[in-house]
Each structure stands twice: as C-alpha cells, then as structure tokens.
C-alpha cells in the first residue's frame, strides 16, 4: 500500500513531525519552527468550551509562607525572607478525563497553583508526577489523542495507548508511575506535587541556577487499589471533588511542604542524563530536597464557575528571579498554555477575579472581547508617551546569557540521549515495595488485556521489549500473565 505524505494544513508535505527546532540539541526552541506552532495552535482549538485536558478540576485559595531561606538562589520578593506569605490558589485535575468524568479514574493528576505575589502572579503548573510521558511538544497532540477517545467509536482505547508509548519507550518512566497506585490517588489531598520541569532561578548578583520544584504533602500518601478505584467512580465520580470541600469546610486544612532542588550550571553540564529532561527525575542523593515553605489550602470559591472552570494557569506567568530551562516540553508550553486561554477564556481572561494580579497591572493593552476598562479607562495605549508615569525598571531586565551552540536543526530528541530504562527500573527495584510491584503489574496486565485487533501481538510484544529493558523480572511477570511466549529475541532486546 502506498503510502501517504504527511502535510501541514496547507497541504505541504513535511519531514519534521517529532522533533522542535533549537539552537543545538539542548538550546532553546525556535519561534521559527512554524510547524510546531501550527500543531499546538490547532489542538488547543479542538473542544470547546471545555479544557483539552484537566478538564475535571477542583480548586480551592489559601496561603503560601517561607519557612527556611533561599535568598541565595533567588532574587524573586517572595522569597527574601523567612515569614513572607502570599495569597494562592490551587487547581487540580485529572488529564485525560472530560468534565463530567470520574475523578478517580486512573491518571496523572494536575497540580497547577497560583501566587499572588507583590512582583505579580506567579504560576507554577505540573502533575502529582515528577516525570512525564514525552519530552517535546511536537508530540503533545499525538499523545492526548491516544488518552482521549477513537474518532469512529468515540470510546477509550487500549489499542490506541499501548500503541503510543511502545513506539515511544521515552514514555515508560512515567508508565510505571501511572499503572502503579500512584495512578489512583486518594482525592487531592493525600498526593505529592512536582513541578516537574525544571526551571531556573536568578539571584541577586545575577547568578543561576538550575532548580526542580517538590511539594509533600503533610497528610501523607494515601491511594485506592484498582478495584477501589473502579468502584468508586460509580459510587462518586466526584469523590476527590467532595473530599477537597468538605475537609476545608470542616477546618481541616490540607497542607503541602515545598522543597526544591538546586543543580549548578557545572553540574548540569556533567549530569548523567540531560538535566532539562522531563521523563528524567534527579536523585535525592545528588541533589538534596531543599524545604523552602508551606502552602495550605483553607477556603473553596464561593463560585466554581467563576473562580474554578475561568482560572488560567501558565508556565509563562514567571516572577523576577525565577526563569525557565531549555526543557523542550517546557518551551512547547510557554506558548501553549496562554494561547488555550486566549481562545477558551478569551483575550481578557487575567482580567477576571481568580487570575487578576492584586496589585499594580500597568500595560497597554486594550479593548477585546469582555475587555474591563476600570483600571485604564483613558489612560494612552501606547509608549512611549508624553502623558503617564510608567516607565521600564532596569531592575527586571532579563537575565543575559550565551548558549552552547549557534547550529540550528530539528535534533533528533533521543540521539545521545536514548536511556529510557534505567530510571524506570530503579523506580520499579528500589522506590517500590513488593506491594507496590504486584499492583503495577495486575494493573498493566489489566490495561494490556484491553489491546485488540490486528496489531495486538505487534503492540503487546514492543512494550514487553520495554518492560524486559527496565527490569527482567517485570517483563517476565507480564509476558507469563498475557500468556505470551517469550523467544530469544525478545530476551536479546532486554540486554
């Protein structure tokens, strides 16, 4: 059979499908790099008026303080002493779900929180996961497409998600995270938070670091087996939704302690692994938890419209004195994110209650749909101008710096960069209990039943390659429970 072009909207056929263009193989992405733009521009457009994904959310406002002292790593306000506290807000989420759907169902989990800080709205976006299936946007829409329902049938598939990640063995760390419990929380309260990125932080005296930010939760892990799970979401389908309000509306506060981890810029450069890799977490042992402060949720919005279903959260929404790394899937989102919600919200939507800065806006930008005029009714729209008193602090000029490489191409994202096992073994050896090991295999061997139709076997013997490669055992124990025999090949893959 023939086979088809692949082409952009045009009808312009194109090579480059997977890998964004960048200044060297870990340089900054290209804003040239339409074909990325136009790909991300059309997915986020695809519902409406829901969210792609973390459509089923719950949200609730609170109080982040500092506790311990990181001054040394970073400029930003918030962080210039012990005891510094901001107004914030939380959403959670799960991914792959549409709004009506179950929030029990078995999936990364969304941690998106905003701080209301005096040098503006800070928004730190990321899942109760460290680590993430893909590590470049181009392959975002790809990817949710597998999670979300077949264009005939309209139905989750099996077929369609181990398809996906057995052609993507990057994919397998976080793999193990979601067909482990972790995948199935207890609600929101009983769950870590990872920004999972990393981004960078700026002191004073204009020096950087690389940092990857952690919240634990102080009401210690809990999650639901498969089974629990499955039933409760036909007994609740807004289990964690009602288990986040009634524990706030009964005063108990759920509380998470924020860490981070520091890697020097030397440091990065002699890292294992790429250090700007999402589908990579860095080892404790190397670079210790640093506690910065504690967030406590202790108010639900007296609208879940209005505040819940309207907030916006981006990657975008930095503070002076903390930036973002060269991580390709970070980039990816830097654009994606607002333009979501300039289409979903509308051009407008910082305006709105839940995503306003309290302090000082002083822009000039003007006027779209639902503009609210009462903070610049007159005001000039542009600047230079002879009339207002605002003017650029050099104070926030950006932080200037040199890259490593002046070549520009589509670098393939696994060339030199190609361990995707090493980390998911450790995880499944050394981070698992032997509870934990025979839950993550039941539960893949119960997703993996539900691979059907031609390429079955093609689609279940990939992944068993992957699961061989990350630990013997656990390809094993799979492969016997799907009743697969395992021949010398497969075995050969796994060395």
């Known amino acids: 059979m023939d086979s088809k072009k692949l082409t952009l909207s045009n009808g312009a056929p194109y090579f480059e499908h997977q890998d964004s263009q960048t200044v060297g193989p870990r340089g900054p992405v290209l804003l040239q790099d339409f074909i990325l733009q136009e790909n991300l521009a059309h997915f986020v457009r695809e519902r409406i008026p829901e969210r792609i994904v973390h459509a089923k959310g719950s949200g609730a406002y609170g109080t982040f303080t500092v506790t311990h002292d990181i001054s040394q790593y970073t400029k930003a306000k918030l962080f210039s002493k012990v005891g510094n506290s901001c107004r914030m807000f939380a959403r959670f989420s799960t991914v792959g779900g549409e709004k009506g759907s179950a929030d029990t169902a078995r999936d990364p989990r ?21 680590v993430f299936f893909i590590k470049d946007a181009k392959k975002f829409p790809d990817f949710i497409h597998t999670q979300k329902r077949v264009p005939k049938t309209n139905l989750k598939s099996a077929t369609m998600m181990w398809d996906f990640w057995s052609h993507n063995p990057e994919s397998l760390h976080q793999v193990l995270i979601l067909m482990s419990d972790r995948g199935t929380p207890h609600g929101y309260r009983h769950m870590h938070g990872f920004g999972s990125h990393t981004f960078a932080m ?4 204009n020096e950087r670091v690389w940092v990857k930010f952690h919240f634990k939760t102080k009401q210690g892990i809990k999650n639901f087996t498969d089974a629990e799970a499955v039933q409760m979401a036909g007994e609740n389908p807004d289990f964690a939704q009602e288990d986040l309000c009634n524990a706030i509306e009964n005063g108990d506060f759920p509380k998470w302690t924020m860490y981070i981890q520091v890697m020097t810029e030397e440091q990065a450069k002699d890292f294992r692994w790429n250090p700007f890799d999402v589908t990579k977490v860095w080892f404790h042992d190397d670079y210790p938890m640093i506690e910065v402060g504690e967030m406590e949720l202790n108010e639900i919005p007296v609208n879940y419209f209005a505040h819940v279903e309207q907030s916006t959260f981006s990657p975008s929404s930095l ?13 990816g989102r830097l654009f994606s994110y607002p333009d979501a919600h300039r289409y979903r919200v509308g051009v407008n939507a910082h305006q709105l209650e839940v995503n306003r800065c309290p302090f000082a806006v ?33 104070a926030y000029k950006n932080y200037e710096y040199e890259l490593d490489s ?11 960069d190609d361990d995707h096992y090493t980390q998911p073994g450790l995880l499944y050896t050394k981070s698992m209990t032997a509870e934990d090991r025979e839950h993550l295999i039941n539960n893949i061997i119960g997703s993996m039943k539900g691979i059907t139709g031609p390429k079955r076997d093609e689609i279940i013997n990939r992944q068993l390659c992957h699961f061989f490669r990350a630990n013997i055992e656990l390809g094993m124990k799979v492969a016997s429970q799907l009743n697969i025999n395992i021949d010398a090949n497969m075995m050969n893959h796994s060395k």
């Open 202 to 205: 700026i002191n004073a005296q």
């Open 110 to 130: 969304g941690f998106a929180l905003k701080f209301y800080t005096e040098d503006g709205n800070w928004d730190l976006v990321g899942n109760n996961t460290p």
């Open 319 to 331: 503070v002076n004195g903390i930036s973002f790394s060269p991580d390709k899937m970070l980039q």
């Open 406 to 416: 002046a070549h520009v191409a589509n670098y393939n994202r696994n060339e030199n």
């Open 362 to 394: 002083n822009n000039y930008q003007r006027d779209g749909f639902m503009a609210d005029s009462s903070e610049y009714q007159d005001k000039p729209n542009y600047y230079p101008n002879s009339f207002d008193d605002v003017k650029p602090d050099p």
